[in-house]
């Protein structure tokens, strides 16, 4: 399994005194935004979000986490400190959480907040690997015992960034058993939701065969079948959007789908009529991501066939795509659904939502009447050429001579994951950690 993820898949700055004293002083105190109660509130009464913040990790009632003085430790250029000051501070932190006795609940999610901002911000596998043998015990204990919604949600979100730093093949056994039983039985939707997000991160980076991959994936498909009532949350939006973003993760990691997708697009064509944008979009996604995944390239002994799709519109160049068997037996029902979504006027759904489903489903529509065309595909003609442009309008720049073309659903998956997990600091990860640029190719840019 970890062959096929990779087939499929800094300079420091220096902190002033100042920065330090904060440091020294917050370490001890309280977090501003502790807990009163855990949050039930339902999907349907909040604006759904289809990604975290770039730069701040959320509780469940929008309060924000403070982070200001480790980024003053990270971003500081103030050259009176020394350049590795986040290694210590990262120490400290691993300290504070392998050494439970003397801590507090609260204490203990500061620590693991704190640790989990690092490790997005910087690459930091060298610093953690020799210590994993304790962190991973305390971190799972953290979600095991559930003493406060905001300790199990800072550990969930900890171990997954662990997960994406270390890259290691046998982490999955040691923590899938207890996230599921976290899925099921929590009590917290908060909670549910981040330890679905971090079984399917295990499922993907932690190591895991073939077999137990598919497992996680019928896992999840049975979460969105019954609208979150699996695990005790129906009809929680929030839930089944987790579920969805999860499953289309794990989907990107196996090469032929074709025995799961009938089941899936059922699944997936029923969340077209949510109530919910954000399953809508999430269940839209998925069902691209199956058109895509039904064609695969011409091999060098096969002769095209009526199959094969064969634009004429299509950028010379683009490799020759097979049509393997059909995703959907009422894909005329499903095109005037998707129309529909496209062009949603009802007064009942936000303008900011009718604007999502506007351009997101424009393109899922796009994908699934060609399923060789990606997210963002431009049917714009080149004048020079007369053809199409195509793909790869979608892009994200690394650095200076390096930048991701998102022009597949499966890379738009993939992101959208690495996203949820490293956050602001995704294009730091691409950079120098080799679990993350190898699961999105880059093209040289020509400047």
Request: negative net charge; contains cysteine.
């Amino acid at each position: 399994m970890h062959d096929l993820r990779r087939q499929a898949l800094e300079s420091s700055k220096t902190v002033s005194r100042k920065a330090r004293s904060r440091v020294a002083s917050g370490a001890n105190s309280k977090s501003n935004s502790a807990l009163n109660s855990p949050a039930q509130s339902r999907a349907a009464s909040r604006n759904p979000s289809r990604h975290g913040s770039d730069d701040e990790d959320y509780l469940s009632d929008g309060t924000a986490w403070s982070t200001n003085s480790i980024d003053d430790i990270l971003n500081s250029d103030d050259a009176d400190v020394p350049a590795d000051a986040w290694k210590a501070e990262l120490h400290n932190r691993v300290e504070q959480i392998v050494e439970r006795k003397r801590s507090s609940t609260e204490g203990r999610a500061e620590s693991l907040n704190a640790y989990a901002h690092i490790l997005k911000a910087r690459f930091a596998k060298d610093d953690i690997e020799g210590r994993i043998g304790e962190l991973l015990p305390s971190i799972l204990r953290s979600i095991k015992s559930e003493t406060s919604e905001r300790e199990t949600v800072t550990a969930l979100r900890a171990l997954s960034v662990t997960m994406v730093t270390l890259d290691s093949e046998d982490i999955y056994d040691s923590v899938a058993d207890l996230l599921r039983r976290t899925v099921s039985n929590s009590e917290s939707i908060q909670v549910k939701i981040s330890a679905i997000h971090a079984l399917g991160t295990a499922a993907f980076f932690g190591g895991t065969s073939e077999e137990e991959l598919e497992d996680t994936m019928v896992f999840f498909l049975e979460i969105v079948e019954s609208d979150g009532l699996s695990i005790d949350a129906h009809d929680e939006g929030s839930v089944v959007i987790a579920a969805l973003e999860e499953w289309g993760l794990l989907a990107t990691a196996l090469d032929d789908l074709e025995e799961v997708t009938e089941a899936a697009m059922e699944a997936f064509v029923e969340q077209l009529e949510s109530a919910d944008a954000g399953v809508q979009t999430a269940s839209g996604e998925a069902i691209a991501l199956l058109y895509e995944k039904s064609y695969t390239p011409l091999e060098n002994d096969e002769e095209a066939s009526s199959d094969h799709d064969s634009d004429s519109d299509e950028p010379r160049g683009t490799e020759k795509m097979v049509k393997r068997y059909n995703v959907y037996r009422r894909q005329d029902q499903l095109l005037h659904t998707l129309d529909a979504l496209a062009n949603a006027s009802s007064r009942r759904i936000s303008k900011k939502d009718r604007k999502t489903l506007h351009s997101n489903f424009a393109d899922i529509r796009n994908s699934v009447e060609k399923p060789t065309r990606g997210p963002k595909y431009s049917t714009a003609i080149d004048q020079e050429t007369g053809r199409v442009y195509g793909g790869g309008r979608m892009k994200v720049k690394i650095n200076r001579s390096c930048e991701v073309r998102i022009d597949k659903w499966w890379k738009l998956q993939r992101l959208n994951a690495l996203r949820r997990v490293l956050q602001a600091g995704f294009t730091h990860h691409f950079d120098e950690n080799e679990a993350v640029s190898r699961c999105l190719p880059f093209s040289m840019s020509e400047r």
